[in-house]
């Protein structure tokens, strides 16, 4: 998954069904699989997918373990081996190509669920909500209260994050579970789910799908604001089938939310100081208005205001990292995969202000190179302005911006 080695946070305390005890930074060591007495699985002496399956960057391999497969046979069958391999690296790429080759039954995962490894298990959570599969509910509901941290390139998430995400797209469904609820509230979010599941597991996903949709637009239409948030996070997560109702909650006037920049320094700076600067905003309508902004803040340009506009000249601040969605479609993924993906990066970032709330982002500026008045443009992306109509979302995030000048002296 990354070109750099992975790490494992250390544990929270275990919570719930599923969790496993604390270790310190580090990957499992290899030798712990889904059972310690297990063989070593295949050989390299007679398996040439095996050492691709090794290799440190998933990316890179993806192609080539791909190709390997095809001559194979079964890729579903062949890669199903790999749940007894030593090497936990092995073990979790075997759950990406299981996914990459278009396994989307789940009793091809099924040696995997008992893995101890926090990434194999991410992997087969991704896996699972990638291609919908319904058989993987009981082991997601399991790890739900996973609090298990894992650090990556993308940031930083937990076990139950991703099951959490995975449970809403595959069922539909949502029941205010929150990770940093009380332990009371999500031992009984927990168990409206898994009552929900129980009734309904019978059932075609299409009736999920009709009956998620009437229950997030019931969260969204509601004062409350997490549950608004809620209901418009799981319609974003249902994807395609509940676009309608996503646009026209997202619905809004260029002048709704109105942004103010500010940079004010204690004193007049000169070109070695640092002036702070906030970005603020604020929700000017009498209702409730959604936005989805980057959560590094927003993107930030300082030029000389002498300069023509399009010099390029001065300092870009980029935002930060955005955090763990989905994840990226696989190269080549069709229009269906990539929207798939910007609807589950528009879930992690939707943000709701009610009447008058504000959203404050403060940076500085400074040093600059010589004394002059500087222009400071702060651009936040804002991926819910392309929901609010149009066919599926390709087009590039609009964006909220604003700007303001900045005397630096001698």
């Not at 298990?148 to 579970?177: K, M, N, P, V």
Request: proline share 10%; charged share 25%.
């Amino acid at each position: 998954m990354c070109s750099i080695p992975r790490l494992i946070a250390a544990f929270s305390a275990v919570i719930g069904l599923g969790a496993c005890p604390g270790i310190g930074l580090g990957r499992i060591p290899d030798a712990v699989g889904p059972d310690a007495t297990s063989s070593a699985g295949p050989s390299t002496a007679t398996d040439p997918v095996l050492p691709l399956l090794a290799e440190e960057d998933y990316a890179q391999s993806r192609r080539r373990i791909q190709d390997a497969l095809r001559q194979n046979g079964d890729p579903c069958r062949a890669l199903g081996a790999y749940a007894s391999a030593r090497d936990s690296r092995v073990r979790e790429h075997a759950v990406r190509a299981l996914a990459d080759a278009g396994c989307a039954d789940f009793r091809a995962y099924a040696g995997y669920g008992a893995d101890r490894d926090a990434w194999v298990i991410d992997a087969v959570i991704r896996a699972a909500e990638r291609h919908l599969m319904a058989g993987a509910v009981p082991l997601l509901l399991r790890w739900l209260s996973d609090p298990r941290r894992i650090l990556g390139e993308e940031g930083t998430w937990t076990i139950g994050d991703t099951a959490h995400r995975g449970l809403q797209a595959i069922t539909c469904q949502s029941f205010h579970y929150d990770s940093v609820a009380s332990a009371d509230d999500r031992r009984n979010a927990l168990t409206r789910w898994r009552q929900w599941y129980l009734a309904h597991r019978g059932e075609p996903r299409d009736a999920w799908v009709k009956a998620g949709i009437e229950r997030a637009r019931d969260y969204a239409a509601r004062d409350y604001g997490p549950h608004r948030l809620e209901g418009l996070r799981l319609l974003a997560l249902i994807g395609e089938p509940a676009l309608p109702a996503l646009r026209d909650l997202l619905g809004r006037s260029p002048g709704d939310l109105r942004a103010d920049l500010a940079c004010r320094p204690e004193e007049p700076p000169r070109p070695t100081d640092q002036v702070p600067c906030a970005l603020v905003v604020r929700n000017v309508t009498a209702r409730h208005v959604a936005f989805a902004p980057p959560p590094g803040g927003p993107e930030v340009r300082v030029t000389r205001d002498e300069d023509p506009p399009e010099s390029g000249k001065g300092a870009r601040r980029p935002a930060r990292a955005s955090a763990p969605g989905a994840g990226p479609p696989a190269p080549g993924a069709g229009p269906a995969a990539r929207a798939g993906a910007t609807l589950a990066a528009l879930a992690a970032r939707l943000d709701d202000l009610a009447p008058g709330e504000v959203r404050r982002y403060e940076f500085a500026v400074g040093p600059v190179a010589a004394p002059g008045r500087y222009r400071v443009r702060a651009t936040l992306s804002d991926l819910a302005l392309d929901f609010t109509s149009g066919p599926a979302p390709v087009r590039a995030p609009a964006a909220i911006e604003t700007e303001t000048i900045v005397p630096f002296n001698l």
